[in-house]
């Protein structure tokens, strides 16, 4: 089973992944469908600076599908092993089943905002 975790605000893409509202995990079967759907609620600490991604990696995420993120951040899930898909939005599940189609790939976007894109972590 593939585990996948979307930044989440609202039931919608949350653009902010490091200040998101939560973060849905979907655990997705062998015929590419939602199994199961749980809530986790990130750290209040910037995303890359925190330690979320060990706490992903400790739910069994293998993909993160995001709106945006820092450099930073997006560089220390990809040296866990996870697949980061940035540039995605609207509501979560149709991310996801955009991502499962085959029809959402990395837009390779960064946010710059705040003032902490964490560009050296």
């Not at 585990?3 to 039931?11: C, E, L, Q, V, Y």
């Not at 499962?100 to 972590?121: I, K, Q, S, T, V």
């Amino acid at each position: 089973m593939t585990k996948i975790a979307i930044p989440s605000r609202d039931g919608q893409v949350d653009e902010h992944f490091g200040h998101c509202g939560y973060f849905t995990v979907l655990t997705i079967g062998p015929d590419k469908t939602v199994a199961a759907e749980e809530t986790f609620a990130p750290p209040a600490e910037c995303g890359c600076k925190s330690n979320l991604v060990n706490d992903l990696l400790g739910m069994g995420v293998t993909t993160l599908i995001a709106g945006n993120m820092g450099q930073g951040a997006a560089n220390k899930l990809r040296q866990s092993g996870m697949t980061v898909i940035r540039g995605a939005s609207g509501p979560v599940h149709e991310a996801a089943a955009a991502y499962l189609a085959g029809n959402l790939a990395d837009r390779d976007e960064l946010c710059m905002a705040h003032g902490h894109n964490c560009l050296d972590d």
